[in-house]
């Protein structure tokens, strides 16, 4: 559960789950995916799937804006599962690629043109901005996740739209809201109309949006 190790004062957060799964999900409802009995029939090979969307999951946190339009701060999980080509290929190339610092948490860890670092560990590939997320990433692998997003307080409801779908997002308007409702303040001295509009929508109160993309007996479903 990606979400019980991100950061709870994630801003957006984004994660993909089990994608040949669902995807195969999918083909076998349109007729498109060859059965155990459809030797020789046309059709999409279950095999196929499994060896190039055999990706367990993955895991995109946004912690950090910068109002001037810099680069974000983050971190990305990701969990490779059966697809251990691309664990290799990354094992691979991030020596190539990558200088090699010292370690966090024991695990092998590179600098990618001083913009990231990026760890590996036996199951799951961390790639952040910052050491100290992946540490804290790290520090949640098997812990209690009490201070990460899937335990926000307030975020609750939002929270309990995830389930096994196939993609799940949220937006987290509270670490954020500062900066915006400062923002739309000076908007507003020089627009009466945005004034107006801003006041109706009531900005304060707006605390999330989420969504997910879900597979299941009767096709594919959104919600947000």
Excluded: W
């Excluded at 279950?46 to 109002?67: C, I, Y």
């Excluded at 670092?117 to 790639?127: E, H, K, N, Q």
């Excluded at 949640?140 to 995830?162: C, E, W």
């Amino acid at each position: 559960d990606m979400a019980t190790l991100v950061p709870e004062d994630t801003i957006f957060y984004l994660e993909l789950n089990e994608p040949g799964g669902q995807l195969g999900k999918l083909l076998d409802q349109f007729g498109l995916l060859q059965g155990d009995s459809a030797a020789g029939t046309m059709g999409i090979s279950p095999h196929l799937l499994a060896g190039t969307l055999g990706l367990r999951g993955a895991a995109v946190a946004v912690t950090r804006v910068d109002p001037t339009g810099g680069m974000p701060g983050g971190v990305v999980i990701l969990h490779p599962g059966d697809m251990q080509a691309v664990r290799g290929l990354i094992e691979t190339a991030l020596p190539a690629g990558g200088e090699p610092v010292d370690a966090i948490d024991g695990h092998p860890t590179y600098s990618v043109e001083g913009m990231a670092f990026v760890t590996m560990t036996d199951r799951l590939i961390l790639a952040s901005t910052e050491r100290g997320l992946i540490s804290d990433v790290l520090g949640r692998v098997g812990g209690d996740g009490s201070d990460s997003l899937a335990a926000h307080p307030d975020l609750a409801q939002t929270m309990a739209l995830r389930g096994d779908d196939l993609a799940f997002f949220c937006f987290n308007a509270e670490p954020v809201m500062p900066l915006a409702q400062t923002l739309l303040g000076a908007i507003a001295q020089q627009e009466p109309q945005a004034a107006m509009a801003m006041g109706l929508m009531d900005i304060e109160s707006f605390q999330a949006v989420a969504g997910r993309l879900g597979v299941d007996d009767d096709g594919m479903s959104i919600d947000m």
